[in-house]
């Protein structure tokens, strides 16, 4: 078995002050899922640039497919990179969607600084019961713990739901209560992957439920609020895709400004994944397209990381607000 690892050992900071800061600037700390090392980078040079804090988050998914050890030496490396690009970057580095005790503990033993549970596939009871169970371990390490309450539909790596279910407000004071949890993430119309919404010809996305996040708000003020499945699907990816051998007719998402306005609120962490793989496999699709005999990988991931940097620049310039908070 491993060594446990701290992770303030690798230069990482948990949510608690910076979910503060955000509440009280009334932005959102941007939450990138990665896999690998070029979209780590790619976050990096994107938050530097922008002076944006960041949440660089992992499923569980992607921890196998990295490998654990890996993934440590890499949130290591990335804090090291930001500093000598010539700024102390608050990163930290957050377990997505963990769907079992077992998966936080190890991810809080091997060096996260903060952790999700997400029992809402649980009746409410068992819900409170994991959760609570989760940060009773986290305390002892100052690892943050993120709940969730309500079902996202969608898929997502591991994250399967056929149907989405709405947060609940007359639950929110009594889970925050029960588990101790330092956010809360909830349901109120976003959902996982690139097809968030089934929409007919001339119809528009519907608006996300921001009377359920008020009623929240108003029952437990001042808590932070996540916000998951929040990719915009970037219609310039899905088009550069399908004009280039993909298949993703239907691909809607959620709509920035939608997304400018719930980071004004409560809302102090949202996350974003699809619009980073969108954004990497249209790139990657078109270089390949337009040089066949290429056959280096470093050229058409690094063309995948170049777009990836302006996506996330954009992100955390003009939906998020979270540039220049650093």
Not at 85 to 108: A, N, Q, R, Y
Not at 145 to 158: C, K, Q, S, T
């Amino acid at each position: 078995m491993a060594q446990a690892v701290h992770y303030k050992e690798l230069g990482l900071v948990n949510t608690r002050d910076m979910f503060k800061k955000a509440m009280d600037g009334g932005y959102a700390i941007p939450a990138y899922n990665f896999n690998n090392m070029e979209q780590l980078q790619a976050i990096i040079v994107a938050c530097v640039e922008s002076r944006s804090p960041v949440i660089l988050q992992v499923s569980k998914g992607a921890r196998q497919y990295a490998n654990e050890t890996m993934l440590r030496c890499m949130a290591l490396g990335a804090v090291e990179m930001a500093r000598e690009m010539g700024l102390d970057l608050p990163v930290c580095l957050h377990l997505d969607h963990g769907d079992s005790f077992e998966l936080c503990k190890s991810c809080i033993d091997s060096g996260f600084s903060s952790v999700m549970i997400d029992g809402s596939h649980l009746t409410y009871d068992e819900n409170v019961v994991l959760t609570r169970k989760v940060v009773e371990y986290a305390r002892q390490f100052d690892v943050t713990v993120e709940g969730e309450l309500g079902v996202l539909a969608g898929i997502e790596d591991e994250v399967v739901a056929e149907h989405s279910s709405y947060t609940q407000p007359d639950e929110v004071e009594d889970f925050v209560r029960k588990t101790g949890v330092d956010s809360l993430a909830i349901s109120i119309g976003t959902s996982h992957g690139a097809y968030k919404f089934k929409l007919k010809e001339g119809e528009e996305v519907p608006p996300l439920r921001f009377d359920i996040l008020e009623e929240v708000e108003r029952r437990i003020p001042g808590f932070p609020i996540v916000l998951h499945g929040a990719s915009s699907v970037v219609q310039a990816y899905v088009q550069l895709i399908n004009q280039y051998g993909g298949h993703l007719d239907g691909a809607v998402g959620v709509p920035e400004e939608q997304l400018r306005r719930a980071a004004g609120s409560a809302v102090c962490k949202i996350n974003i994944d699809s619009d980073g793989r969108l954004a990497m496999t249209a790139k990657v699709r078109e270089f390949l397209a337009n040089n066949p005999t290429e056959f280096d990988p470093r050229k058409y991931l690094g063309a995948a990381r170049k777009e990836l940097i302006s996506l996330i620049k954009h992100k955390n310039e003009t939906v998020l607000g979270s540039a220049q908070r650093v």
